[in-house]
């Protein structure tokens, strides 16, 4: 091993305790002085690498991308996007995501669709319906009201993505 | 046998969106974590790692086969921190939070007496003051697991620039460490 391949071991949090570097380092003083320099660092990025209950989901009972997420947001994306009245009202000028390469008026569509998907898939809208003083549209959106989502009871995401839409929907005309 | 990242992603190319289901669940504790250490709350790393599969699966056509699947959803990732900074015009850089209140009083080593969320914590703030290329490049290195020309390729820089990155901020971060764990008494 040359001082090149333990640099490459000693940021590898498996590699880093190989017998092979040991080798090394006790061979080496100058990668062995690196590695003192270096140790809480490395110590301290191993761990964390290593652990996997430090990245706990700060919202556990929130549900993630399932394909039937992904394939709803899909189809509405495509319709959307075919409906340039429908996406104008729909997208909010601010919203400008920067990494899209191609597809881009499909892209802002679906993507505005797919994070409001998102935000009610766990049945927070269903909430709504059990709150109904609250009509202002902030008061109805599942982003900001997550803890309705006890009340849930009909979680398909083709029902929570029409009623997210429709909450937004409501939002983008009345504003007009 | 498991299907290769290539081979899942040719699968969701071609219309099997129930394979990106995949996708996510092999990347996306590698992705909060890195998120994590990037962004300040949990929860907004978790949103932008959501946001980083949405719109890796809308411009799934875009994806070549050739690419690493975690470099490409890394760069994706990155773009969408970048925009979440603008938005909130955050500062990288975050003061280390020195909290007398974990150091104890009986003299033992300070980092005995931390919890793992503690340390976390720690370490993204630590994190969080290096210069962006070198944290990148540390996060990308341990918590993505990418080889240096891995780094290169998605940093748009040589492997020995890589490299010197990583040295560079090891050396910092185990700077900035070691004031932690010998505070001034």
């Known amino acids: ?176 | 046998m498991a299907l290769t990242d290539e081979e899942l992603m040719r699968r969701v190319q071609a219309g099997e969106s129930v394979w990106f289901e995949e996708v996510v669940r092999r990347y996306r504790t590698v992705l909060t974590r890195v998120a994590a250490s990037k962004l300040v709350d949990s929860a907004t790393a978790e949103d932008v790692v959501q946001e980083t599969f949405l719109a890796a699966f809308a411009c799934r056509q875009s994806f070549k086969p050739n690419l690493s699947l975690r470099v490409w959803l890394v760069a994706i990732l990155f773009n969408a921190c970048k925009r979440v900074w603008r938005q909130r015009q955050q500062p990288t850089g975050q003061p280390l939070p020195l909290d007398p209140a974990l150091a104890g009083e009986t003299g033992e080593p300070h980092e005995g007496n931390l919890l793992a969320a503690e340390r976390d914590h720690i370490l993204r703030a630590a994190l969080r003051q290096l210069p962006e290329p070198q944290a990148d490049t540390l996060r990308l290195r341990f918590f993505v697991g990418l080889s240096f020309d891995e780094i290169a390729a998605s940093m748009n820089c040589s492997v020995s620039g890589a490299k010197r990155r990583a040295k560079l901020g090891l050396e910092s971060l185990a700077g900035l460490l070691r004031s932690y764990q010998e505070p001034t008494r």
């Not at chain 1, 929130?62 to 994306?77: G, K």
Request: glycine share 4%; aromatic share 8%; with cysteine.
């Open chain 1, 1 to 176: 091993m040359n001082c090149e391949t333990a640099f490459d071991y000693l940021t590898d949090p498996v590699l880093n305790s190989s017998p092979e570097l040991r080798r090394h380092l006790d061979e080496c003083p100058r990668c062995r002085e690196m590695e003192e320099v270096l140790s809480p660092a490395l110590t301290w990025m191993t761990e964390a690498a290593l652990d996997d209950e430090a990245i706990d989901s700060p919202r556990p009972s929130a549900p993630f991308l399932t394909a039937e997420t992904l394939a709803v947001a899909d189809r509405l994306a495509a319709q959307l996007a075919r409906d340039s009245e429908t996406r104008r009202e729909l997208v909010p000028s601010t919203f400008q995501p920067q990494f899209a390469s191609r597809s881009w008026s499909r892209w802002r569509a679906g993507g505005v669709v797919a994070m409001l998907l998102l935000a009610g898939f766990g049945g927070w809208f269903l909430g709504a319906a059990a709150n109904p003083d609250n009509t202002s549209t902030s008061a109805v959106c599942l982003w900001t009201n997550r803890e309705w989502s006890a009340a849930a009871v009909d979680q398909s995401a083709k029902a929570i993505t029409m009623s997210c839409l429709a909450c937004h929907l409501a939002a983008s005309t009345s504003s007009l």
